[in-house]
């Protein structure tokens, strides 16, 4: 979704013509924190791309006059339809995009119970990172904070991990987990990782489990704190 914003985005700047009325692109910070100018571009609702779903952009530059991120707005008939509020590119000195943030509505957040993604992107725009932020209701119902994807250069997923919260950490000590795939997407190791203290005795801090390609277990190793194995 955000490539086809960040896409929609460029478009914009290079299609615009001098139809559109000053009030239209405005400046609204000269010296932003990056150093730069700030501008604002209100789309008319008679423009094509308002009537694709794009209401509003906010752009950042810094000393150079290159950007450094931009914040698109989406209408109210788009973010209903799709569930997203708003979407945020970040990008490098050579204005390539390198993160996108994608925000949903609070209708989006109650039914499907993520708030926020976040992708990442290589030099070569191609997606590295992916994290996912639940919602209140999502952490109490499936006791996830936040998953986080890892992909190898051909987008096949690599590792995973999963982010606890606070109060199912108490119960069984894991604050976080992360489970390794081979090339054909077979799961081959697993970390858990446990909160300090859940284990006195033995200052467990890890344990890490191996699977073959069936995933049956191979091997269990636990670790302290002081990243000793114990068992």
Known sequence: MMKNITLAFAALLLTMSSHAAAET???????????GKTIEIVLNVNDETYKNGLAKFIIYYNDKDKR?????????????????????GYYDSDEREVKSETYYNDIYSKDNGIVKNILYYDSDGKEVKEETHYDHNYIEK??????????????????????YPEKPVRKNGIEKQITYYDANGKRIKVERYFIEGYNREK???????????????????LYNRKGQLIR
């Not at 692109?25 to 150093?35: A, K, M, P, S, Y």
């Not at 450094?68 to 945020?88: F, L, M, P, Q, R």
């Not at 467990?204 to 190793?221: F, H, P």
Request: proline share 0%.
């Open 203 to 221: 200052d467990l801090a890890k344990a890490v489990t191996y699977l073959d390609s069936k995933g049956s277990i191979l091997d269990l190793r």
């Open 25 to 35: 692109t405005r400046t609204i910070d000269t010296r932003n924190e990056h150093g």
């Open 142 to 163: 499936k006791g996830i904070t936040k998953q986080v994807v890892y992909y190898d250069g051909h987008g096949k997923k690599e590792k995973v991990e999963v982010h």
């Open 68 to 88: 450094i991120s931009s914040e698109v707005y989406y209408n109210d008939i788009y973010s209903k339809d799709k569930g997203i509020a708003k979407s945020v």
